[in-house]
């Protein structure tokens, strides 16, 4: 089924079809409010997500770090901070992924400073498709 939101390019909304194939990605991000769990996660990363249901598209995502892909697989962007939280990076390396994976940490941070990412090519997935 077809949103309203669909349109809107680098929009990946939690909800009712994205919720269902990120559930397990969710449990294991949301695990790492635990101290136990953030320690068994520090130990082996790969060995405690195999103790998770997810997908090995999820298990690489988190283990490459990739915040966005993490998004378009269904994960929560607040329960995906826990895991840049869990590196004790500032949030904005997760931020700076999430608007452009290929913007290092300092070029995310002028692009703020700057106002954001201008609008013009950013208002819907035509204009990203034929920019």
């Known amino acids: 089924m077809e949103r309203d939101y669909d349109d809107i390019p680098g929009t990946y909304l939690l909800d009712s079809r994205s919720y269902r194939k990120g559930y397990h990605v969710n449990m294991f991000l949301m695990s ?21 249901q997810m997908t090995d598209e999820q298990k690489l995502a988190v283990l490459e770090r990739r915040y966005l892909d993490l998004l378009k697989l269904g994960a929560n962007v607040y ?3 826990k895991l840049v939280s869990f590196d004790r990076q500032p949030p ?5 992924q999430m ?17 954001g990412r201008p609008i013009h ?8 498709n034929n920019g």
């Open 79 to 81: 329960y995906a901070f």
């Open 92 to 96: 904005q390396v997760m931020y700076g």
């Open 32 to 52: 790492l409010n635990k101290e136990v769990c953030r320690d068994e996660f520090s130990k082996d990363e790969r060995a405690y997500l195999d103790t998770f």
């Open 99 to 115: 608007a452009d994976p290929r913007l290092t940490f300092d070029e995310f941070q002028q692009m703020m400073h700057e106002g």
């Open 121 to 128: 090519g950013n208002r819907s997935v035509e204009e990203w």
